[in-house]
């Protein structure tokens, strides 16, 4: 079984400081790991992903993720947080010795807010 | 980038009529689409997962007789909430992935917001 953790509901930042968000992993094989973003009312924005490779993995609007495979970590970081940065933050996980039907596990979910 | 749509946002309806939600891959084909619930300030569950010409796959818990899904072609997915109840009040929200690739990422529609009264 596959599963995401991510311990923090809620992340407040000021604007300009640097942001984490925060998510563990736990798969049988190797991981495939994925960060979105779902603002207000609407879908998920892919925002960035880990499937090999450097293990910093840089994605859309300034974000970038670490891949930690010792601590089973794909910690979400921004260096200057913006206002329009706040929303809801989705780690996934999919297992890439998975078959079938390659199911993505999402964690419960981040809301970053960023304080002007 | 891949753009997924769905038709309509959002829906009210009266308890015991049925309700279908469109969803549509505008600029790529999906050969898997997969449709999610979400509660208020809860995670996405995947309800089912359908490949395109073939009966779809549910998790389990998830009515596939209440939740039919309709994997019509390579850019088409529907699902139909029959019979719905307050209960069934939710955000759905679908995505597709593309073919040819395991690790694709998947792009997600906008959501539809489901309200029956």
Redesign the interface.
């Known amino acids: 079984a596959q599963s995401v953790a991510q311990p923090e509901d809620q992340v407040n930042v000021a604007e300009g400081n640097p942001l984490t968000v925060k998510c563990t992993y736990s798969v049988s094989g190797n991981p495939?790991l994925?960060w979105?973003v779902q603002y207000p009312?609407?879908?998920?924005?892919?925002l960035l992903?880990y499937?090999t490779g450097d293990n910093l993995v840089k994605g859309s609007y300034g974000f970038e993720a670490e891949f930690n495979k010792s601590q089973t970590s794909f910690h979400l970081k921004k260096p200057s947080a913006l206002v329009s940065d706040s929303a809801l933050y989705?780690c996934a996980v999919?297992d890439?010795n998975s078959g079938g039907?390659?199911?993505?596990t999402?964690?419960?979910?981040t809301k970053l807010q960023v304080i002007p | 980038g891949a753009v997924v749509s769905q038709h309509p946002s959002r829906v009210i309806c009266k308890s015991g009529t049925s309700v279908k939600i469109e969803c549509r891959s505008l600029d790529f084909q999906a050969t898997t689409m997969f449709w999610y619930r979400q509660f208020p300030k809860q995670s996405l569950m995947l309800m089912a997962t359908s490949n395109e010409g073939s009966k779809a796959t549910y998790e389990q818990g998830v009515e596939k007789d209440k939740f039919l899904i309709n994997h019509a072609s390579l850019t088409l997915s529907t699902l139909t909430v029959t019979s719905a109840h307050p209960e069934d009040s939710s955000f759905y929200i679908c995505s597709a992935r593309t073919s040819g690739g395991f690790y694709n990422e998947q792009f997600f529609g906008p959501g539809t917001r489901l309200t029956v009264l």
């Open positions: 495939y994925f979105y009312n609407r879908g998920l924005q892919f992903k499937i989705f999919r890439a039907y390659q199911k993505v999402f964690g419960t979910g």
